[in-house]
């Protein structure tokens, strides 16, 4: 059973009881994330998630760790483009305890000026090290590419060095009064634990938290810039990404069309794009396709990672696929294996206490709404062959796209 409810200083939380487990997973989320940031502020977002970690007025940054392994708990943080939540996974036996040092971080951390010098050089060493992962550059790059660099989808979450060898305490403590309010902040508890114990420890822990509204969020221009971009760097191999349009959550039966034709796009080793490219052709080691949705917006992505002598004949072959594939749609046989592998992915992540956590504070955070497993199981089960051909052949456009390129000659 899920159940939802609201502190008087406007947190919200959720609640879903699983019988038969012995642990739980709490998550606390924020609607902050790289999209809400400026171009002075970005990657303050993800900064902030690390530095909550490095005191509190009770715990300093050794005793946070000490006192979470001792307990035998999972505690960790994210940041996306649209919120930033933190987390803890704990047997039953130390809920309350492990709630406690999540709570500690999130409400009363102090920055220390010595620890925020020390995590700039975690953060560097972190963009660094995906500097040196070229997958990720070139996907980084083909956000940038499909929703430009004016505003947060477009940007890295980590943001530039410069940004956060400048960051200060006081930059913080003003972003934090900006996204970090009661009405936008919502708790989410899943797995042994009902609805009096999350409630109770939720006003324990947070009911002194004073009321405060957000910022208004800042306005994005959404609309798909379809560039080009291509980064030289010195590596044996070459990265190539694929941008399309694609629907946003709010638009949820189109959202779920491109979780099927990504999925039989290059979901898998049986995907068109994964027997074509790698299979027939050898043109590329690792081929897969994804839709990336976020509330008003969402992008069809297609990475392949292959030889760069490849790169201009791989391209190609793609687009021809994927033009193939707007023409003929979804066969029949491919449809019933794809339904299969969602509906598979779906049920996964329900019997996940952690998954649940993310799924349900995440759709109360962004949306309002409470998300519902058996529901979109529903939905998944009611589409037919038909509804999603008629959805490519008349809304899917392969005209308009955008690419990046990673390699020693990555010009297509």
């Not at 491109?258 to 490219?277: A, E, T, W």
């Not at 037919?384 to 000659?409: C, H, P, Q, W």
Request: aromatic share 12%; with cysteine; net charge negative.
């Amino acid at each position: 059973m899920i159940e939802t409810f609201t502190l008087q200083n406007g947190i919200k939380g959720i609640v879903s009881k699983i019988d038969g487990v012995r642990s739980c997973s709490i998550g606390v989320f924020v609607k902050a994330g790289s999209c809400d940031e400026t171009l002075a502020e970005n990657g303050i977002s993800h900064f902030i998630e690390h530095t909550n970690f490095k005191g509190t007025p009770t715990r300093d940054a050794f005793k946070i760790s000490w006192d979470s392994d001792a307990l035998g708990v999972i505690l960790n943080a994210a940041t996306s483009k649209e919120y930033t939540y933190y987390y803890v996974k704990t047997i039953s036996e130390h809920t309350e305890k492990a709630f406690d040092i999540l709570a500690d971080i999130f409400v009363n951390s102090t920055y220390p000026s010595e620890e925020l010098e020390k995590e700039k050089g975690v953060v560097i060493e972190e963009i660094n090290m995906y500097e040196d992962t070229p997958d990720d550059v070139c996907l980084t790059e083909l956000a940038m590419a499909f929703y430009g660099s004016g505003d947060g989808f477009g940007r890295s979450i980590l943001g530039p060095k410069e940004n956060i060898q400048r960051f200060t305490r006081n930059d913080i403590l003003a972003y934090k009064a900006k996204y970090y309010t009661t009405d936008n902040l919502v708790l989410s508890f899943v797995g042994d634990v009902d609805v009096d114990q999350a409630k109770n420890l939720a006003e324990r822990y947070f009911s002194a938290v004073p009321t405060s509204v957000s910022a208004k969020r800042l306005d994005k221009d959404l609309t798909p810039k379809f560039l080009k971009t291509s980064r030289v760097k010195d590596i044996e191999q070459a990265h190539l990404g694929l941008g399309f349009k694609a629907a946003g959550g709010m638009d949820e039966k189109a959202s779920v069309y491109f979780d099927f034709i990504s999925n039989v796009l290059g979901g898998g080793m049986s995907s068109r794009l994964f027997q074509k490219i790698r299979e027939q052709l050898g043109l590329c080691y690792n081929i897969y396709s994804y839709s990336s949705p976020y509330v008003d917006t969402g992008m069809l992505a297609v990475y392949a990672g292959l030889n760069g002598d490849n790169i201009g004949r791989a391209y190609e072959a793609i687009m021809s696929e994927i033009q193939d594939f707007k023409k003929s749609g979804i066969r029949e046989g491919e449809f019933e294996l794809v339904k299969e592998q969602i509906k598979s992915s779906l049920v996964f992540a329900q019997e996940s206490t952690s998954a649940q956590m993310t799924a349900y504070g995440r759709k109360l955070l962004l949306y309002g709404e409470v998300y519902d497993f058996d529901d979109r199981l529903k939905k998944i089960n009611q589409v037919t062959l038909k509804e999603v051909n008629d959805f490519i052949f008349d809304e899917m456009d392969v005209e308009n796209y955008s690419t990046s390129a990673v390699g020693r000659n990555p010009e297509l």
